[in-house]
């Protein structure tokens, strides 16, 4: 039996995988705790085996260089704090949910894992967070680090709901042929789920088994929804001068994904949901 402590109450991840546990319940047991008000300091550590930190200020679009300083109170101390006290409660296993922008905002392509360069202060007050928590592993204390790419999945808001608003109204769209890395929802918590068992530690790179396109995404969104796009390559060739000049051009067609290889944890075993069948579960 595990006892996991999910420290991300209302999170979409947070959610997802405390409902994704539950369904196991002769194998694992869950709580999950908000960061907020110090409401985790609350909880009895010590009668938990892992403890999964989802909690902190996600990426958004266009961040004020005021919110700096709260990124780093949030991603960078807490994190920290919160592991120096599963820690000091006999915690064995702690998983930390990081992220691909430690890789940079738009990171091209990944091979290592360990060639890190954040390019804003969101994914550096994270791996400033994994920097932090380094220092407290040992024998006894073993910490994993997720770095989750595009995560998508029915009801998560974010850059896949503007894409899905985009698929369901627009009658053109380019076959401009990138590569982005994402992982739906269910494979992420498989994933997690995995690790707990084994109690695994280091730095993951988790990911769906398909690398896709911008306009692959495109097309599955639509024709589940039966609508009709027309894709075109007639205006590929301006979006890579688009991508050098426009911030949304670069956040919809530059690649931004993981070396498969660097991702075949558990031989993809984790991948229970391909990425076809994905789309059609997120736009029910």
Known sequence: MHN???????????????????????LYYTEIVSPRNNEWKKTDFSRF???????????????PKSMKSLFYRVNRDLTIE?????KEQGV???????????????????????????????????LQGEIGLRKLEDKN???????????????CKGNYHVISKIAKKTPIFPTYKNKKSMIYIDNL?????????????????????????????????????RHKVFFTGVFNFIIPWGIKWNKNMQRAFINDYYDLPISNDYNFEYCIVDFRESIKRTEE
């Not at 892992?50 to 200020?57: F, K, N, P, S, Y």
């Not at 280091?202 to 929804?225: C, H, M, R, Y």
């Open 4 to 26: 996991v402590l999910i420290i991300g109450k209302e999170s979409y991840i947070g959610e997802a995988l405390n409902r994704w546990l539950k369904k196991s319940p002769e």
């Open 49 to 63: 085996t892992t403890v999964v930190h989802l909690a902190g200020i996600a990426h958004i679009n266009k961040i």
């Open 82 to 86: 919160i592991g120096k006290y599963a």
């Open 92 to 126: 064995k296993h702690f998983v930390y949910f990081s992220s691909m922008n430690v890789y940079g905002d738009n990171c091209e392509r990944i091979t290592d894992k360990n060639t890190e360069n954040p390019t804003s202060f969101y994914g550096d007050s994270k």
């Open 141 to 155: 204390f073993i910490i994993a680090y997720i770095r989750p790419p595009f995560v998508y999945g029915n009801g």
């Open 189 to 225: 918590c498989e994933f997690v789920r995995r690790m707990i068992d084994d109690e695994a530690g280091g730095i993951f790179t988790p990911q769906n088994k398909e690398l896709v396109s911008t306009s692959d995404l495109v097309k599955e969104i639509a024709k589940v929804n």
